[in-house]
């Protein structure tokens, strides 16, 4: 069976899935009809259609996939919109199975061609009950099966989700671990093993499947009696429940001599079955079997301390479930209880620990110190609490001597109160109820707005009505101690609303604040600063002679650069406030610059992006985890618990609690919303698809061809050199055959996207309007202004390697209305900068992630622009430009529930999904 790659699998969601059962049922395969041509191994087999002259059979493509492989296909299906109805019913079908190997429903037994399987099992009625309205659901299509034998009979829906239940319960559990379960290899390996030596021990494995067999346990004298006198033996009485009828109850031997014929010759013998398995699990029962009918047995002191001490656990394990005393069943739980010396409306600093605790309770009333110090000192399985008897639980014991837990820092004490849990030793324990959390929540949970919070008087400048909301917000959170992200769109003012935090701050005694930016953006910080908070001290900390040794007060400016190599000088002055603007230069949290960041101490930090997600979830996580440390927990942790259930299984609740959690401390506000910012104009875009000439047609195709040569001969690293090599030709000639050849011959006339370029230049320039540019490539744009000066038009180039000082001129100049083509690389100006003179924004070349050309558009369409913008994507017809970016419009809504893939992603498809992407059509 050729094993499929992720990028080929996930393409047969489309596909209807078909089920063929095998003996053993592992071997049992899915088959996905029509397949895309590129999947692997694809076989052919008879369908049945209606044609014209009645029912006519004709040869229909497949792919076959083992059970292992074709589960993550199914599973994924229940929740993809594109996926095909039959894929999606197997997968729901898949998920019950997962369900019952989840709760320990399956055993080892050996089949009628004695060989090892593993087999579902015991079946309760709501799996029962699972398993017909599945089968009532069963779309036709998935009902259909592989022709591969004669005669053809279509199985009932029933038998074929129960055939499909055995094959997967019987792939899961092939482990090595199986072997050590079992004491025998065969159960552990996929092949069919002979095992007949096997069969007896099978049998006595067998689990019920129309009974449950509990033992309910008795004290003759009672409780109080027994407490008196531990030598009182107890009485253990077998009983069985029909799981058919969950209300017939009744003691095993009543079942054996059953006159009305309410159970049935099967029943018991099901009933004999689970207790030889509860007799080796608790040895009194075996009394129970040496007569006619399993009658009740005494159990003596020791038997009862054997339950006591590991017994009972057995023989839950067993499937047999224990019945404690009536007297017994008061029962106390344990929770987490926090509490801090600060009040919740005050300051929770960044220094300060939240203390943890156990907190017991019995039927919902505090349990009091002398009760947990009685139940700590018990040596007794039973004891006297609150005019009852409660069975004494050793891990209870435990927790009772042991009361006091490791502190929790502010963030994590917040993340309980929010998600009602608290992680110890790796277990999720529930959060014990307080008037500290309740507050907390309460104080989250509120609105912004209701903060007795007004703009400083200091601010030279009239708040909007969502930046003053913002103010507020940001004020609540840092006064809590807890940091914060402000991820409002580009161009909505989240500078003036920092300057107006910082403002804030100072008038409450706070100390110096930290701006950590791009240097694209150095100036336009120290300008707002200047501008709205006149007065204020302003420092640069960039350059040769950069220094903090006497900041006591005011702002101070870096650069991601310079904070990267001056991270320890940083740390060491007493900072109110540290601001990571543009904080997705520092989402990867091993890179020097995130790490170096984490370095430097506050009262209260604060992110600001545009974009809090760009790729995946693991930049959510760094963004959060610097402003407000722990709250996500470790990273391990968080990918744990949000990332693989949230990004690999898209499961609807897990993505519910991410929320929950991460949302009291994440802003995040569109242009789009309503009230948000009314006055901006209108954004308008268009996407221009431009032949390619001649001349890069022939480029085109000759790179394709050799390139898709030497891909289909290299594997591993060299191939996915070989594969972005080819990407980075193909977009080259698509902007211009000098791009990729180097040449310095004449440019008008080779390349539809020049062409374009002077037409738009040319009205903008006439209308006296301004335009924007923005390539990828420095090449590219130095090509275009040498073009563009040729033919009389002032411009300017920012890029990566311009002075900080010259890109203030330029910007300056621009704003000016000197400069009417403004060239820019994507990446080193596509945030931060405000360039609202221009009204025309241009795309030459197309970027993997959307979410980067929205940055880039909003330098001109953000607040302080007054005129529509018009935005112009340039896309190369019938190229890979064209074929992407049919995905960037797809992978658009995917940034805004969580983005994953990239441009890494591409160099993982298959040679010919490769070849279909990169294919010129419909240009010659």
Not at 239 to 255: F, H, Y
Request: charged share 25%.
């Amino acid at each position: 069976m050729t094993v499929l790659s992720p990028v080929n699998t996930d393409r047969l969601l489309g596909c209807a899935a078909l089920f063929a059962s095998a003996a053993p049922p592992r071997h049992g395969r899915v088959a996905f009809t029509d397949p895309p041509s590129d999947v692997g191994h694809t076989a052919t087999l008879p369908r049945v259609t209606a044609t014209d002259h009645g029912v006519g059979v004709q040869d229909v493509a497949v792919a076959w996939l083992p059970i292992a492989q074709a589960l993550p296909v199914l599973l994924r299906a229940r929740h993809e919109a594109r996926a095909h109805p039959a894929a999606a019913f197997w997968g729901a079908v898949a998920a019950a199975a997962l369900h019952m190997a989840a709760r320990g429903r399956l055993r080892p037994g050996v089949s009628n061609e004695d060989v090892d399987v593993w087999r579902p099992g015991p079946w309760d009625a709501e799996d029962l009950e699972r398993i017909d309205a599945l089968a009532a659901a069963m779309p036709a299509e998935a009902r259909a099966i592989p022709v591969t034998r004669e005669p053809l009979r279509v199985p009932r829906a029933r038998t074929l989700v129960l055939e499909f239940v055995d094959a997967v319960i019987d792939t899961l559990p092939r482990t090595p671990a199986a072997e050590l379960l079992t004491g025998t290899a065969a159960f552990a390996c996929s092949e069919a093993t002979p095992v007949p030596q096997l069969r007896e021990w099978a049998q006595a494995m067998e689990p019920e499947s129309g009974v449950r067999v509990s033992v309910r346990l008795e004290i003759p004298g009672g409780v109080h009696e027994w407490a008196d006198d531990p030598s009182t033996p107890w009485r253990a009485a077998p009983q069985v429940q029909s799981l058919a009828d969950p209300t017939q109850l009744a003691e095993a031997a009543e079942v054996y001599y059953d006159a009305d014929g309410r159970w049935t010759a099967q029943d018991r013998i099901e009933t004999m079955r689970a207790l030889q398995r509860a007799a080796r699990a608790w040895d009194p029962l075996r009394r129970a079997l040496r007569a006619a009918a399993p009658e009740p047995v005494t159990a003596d002191p020791d038997e009862v301390e054997d339950l006591f001490t590991g017994a009972a656990d057995r023989l839950g394990q067993a499937g047999v479930e224990v019945h404690w005393p009536r007297e017994l069943t008061a029962s106390v739980t344990a929770g987490v209880r926090l509490s801090t010396p600060t009040d919740v409306h005050g300051s929770l600093r960044a220094d300060e620990s939240v203390t943890a605790s156990w907190h017991l309770r019995i039927d919902d009333h505090d349990l009091t110190a002398n009760e947990l110090d009685t139940l700590a000192a018990t040596h007794q399985r039973v004891v006297r609490l609150r005019d009852q008897w409660v069975l004494v639980d050793p891990d209870i014991a435990a927790k009772a001597a042991h009361r006091t837990l490791a502190p929790l820092s502010p963030a994590q004490a917040v993340a309980a109160a929010l998600t009602g849990t608290v992680h110890v030793a790796g277990a999720a324990e529930p959060l014990a109820g307080s008037d500290w959390r309740e507050r907390v929540r309460e104080r989250l949970a509120e609105s912004a707005d209701r903060e007795p919070v007004d703009q400083p008087p200091e601010l030279t400048a009239d708040l909007r009505d969502y930046q003053l909301h913002g103010l507020r917000w940001l004020v609540r959170m840092t006064d809590l101690g807890l940091g914060c992200c402000l991820a409002d769109d580009m161009g909505l003012g989240k500078t003036i609303t920092l300057v107006a935090l910082y403002l804030h701050r100072r008038r409450q005694a706070g100390g110096p604040m930290l701006v950590v930016c791009p240097a694209s953006v150095l100036g336009n910080w120290e300008r707002e600063l200047h501008r709205f908070a006149p007065g204020t001290p302003v420092r640069r900390f960039h350059g040769p002679h950069r220094s903090v040794d006497d900041v006591e007060d005011g702002v101070v400016l870096t650069t991601y650069g310079t904070m990267r190599l001056d991270a320890d000088s940083l740390a060491r002055v007493p900072w109110d406030l540290v601001v990571a603007d543009e904080a997705q230069h520092a989402k990867n949290p091993a890179a020097a610059t995130a790490r170096a960041l984490r370095r430097i101490p506050a009262a209260a930090r604060v992110a600001l992006t545009g974009t809090p997600v760009e790729n995946n979830l693991t930049e959510l996580w760094a963004l959060l985890d610097w402003a407000t440390p722990g709250l996500l927990g470790t990273l391990a942790q968080f990918r744990a618990r949000y990332i693989e259930p949230v990004e690999v299984d898209r499961d609807p609740e897990v993505t519910r609690r991410l929320t929950q959690l991460t949302g009291p401390f994440l802003l995040r506000r569109r242009k789009t919303d309503p009230g948000i910012a009314p006055e901006l104009p209108p954004k308008t875009e268009t996407d221009h698809p431009l032949a390619l000439t001649p001349e890069q047609i022939g480029l085109y195709e000759a790179v394709v061809r050799e390139t898709m040569q030497q891909i289909r001969a290299s594997d591993g690293m060299a191939r996915r050199g070989l594969v972005m090599k080819l990407f980075t030709a193909l977009k080259q000639i698509c902007n211009h055959p000098a791009q990729y050849l180097g040449d310095d011959r004449e440019l008008r006339g080779r390349s539809g996207k020049l062409d374009l370029l002077d037409e738009l230049v040319d009205t903008v320039v006439a209308e006296d309007g301004a335009m924007l540019v923005f390539t990828q490539y420095v090449t590219m744009a130095r090509l275009l202004r040498r073009h563009l000066q040729a033919r009389g038009h002032t411009t300017e180039l920012l890029h990566g390697g311009t002075p900080l000082a010259r890109r203030e001129a330029m910007v300056r100049r621009f704003q000016a209305g000197q400069i009417p083509v403004f060239l820019l690389s994507l990446k080193a100006a596509g945030t931060g900068l405000n360039l609202t003179r221009a009204d025309h924004v241009v795309h030459l070349d197309r970027w993997w992630n959307p979410a980067v050309e929205d940055q880039a558009t909003d330098r001109a369409h953000r607040i302080g622009q007054d005129r529509p913008v018009q935005v112009h994507r340039l896309i190369a017809e019938g190229t890979v430009e064209d074929h992407i970016d049919e995905m960037l419009r797809g992978k658009r809504d995917l940034a805004e529930a969580v983005l994953s893939g990239g441009e890494a992603a591409l160099t993982e498809l298959s040679d010919d999904q490769l070849a279909e992407l990169v294919d010129l059509r419909g240009a010659v």
